[in-house]
Nanobody, 117 residues
Framework: QVQLVESGGGLVQSGGSLRLSCAASGRIFSMSTMGWYRQAPGKQRELVATISSGGSTNAADSVKGRFTISRNNAKNTVYLPMNSLKPVDTDVYLC???????????WGQGTQVFVSS
């Protein structure tokens, strides 16, 4: 069973920075696209950024230039440094793993980010 554990959330003032981490168990990590999503009450879950097993990335327009996803395959960990945080970024951030050629996907429990004005 794959487990994803997020960390790094917290309270920060507008304009500040946080770095989220997602540690994955199992050997599935290296063959998975990893992603960060966020969801706030009353809002749809939205993609923040993804990174493929080969290192190709994409990010939502709303975070481009502020958030940068990366991964360390040796540590089975994906990161999301977040800069220039805004109150609208307040959300629960969820880590996702989507293995290739597999119908399953995996989610962490989430880490809360709160950006005060």
């Amino acid at each position: 069973q794959v487990q994803l554990v997020e960390s790094g959330g917290g309270l920060v003032q507008s304009g500040g920075s946080l770095r989220l981490s997602c540690a994955a168990s199992g050997r599935i990590f290296s063959m998975s696209t990893m992603g960060w999503y966020r969801q706030a009450p009353g809002k749809q879950r939205e993609l923040v950024a993804t990174i493929s097993s080969g290192g190709s990335t994409n990010a939502a327009d709303s975070v481009k230039g502020r958030f940068t996803i990366s991964r360390n395959n040796a540590k089975n960990t994906v990161y999301l440094p977040m800069n220039s945080l805004k109150p609208v970024d307040t959300d629960v951030y969820l880590c996702n793993a989507t293995p290739r050629f597999c119908p399953h996907e995996y989610w962490g429990q989430g880490t809360q980010v709160f950006v005060s004005s």
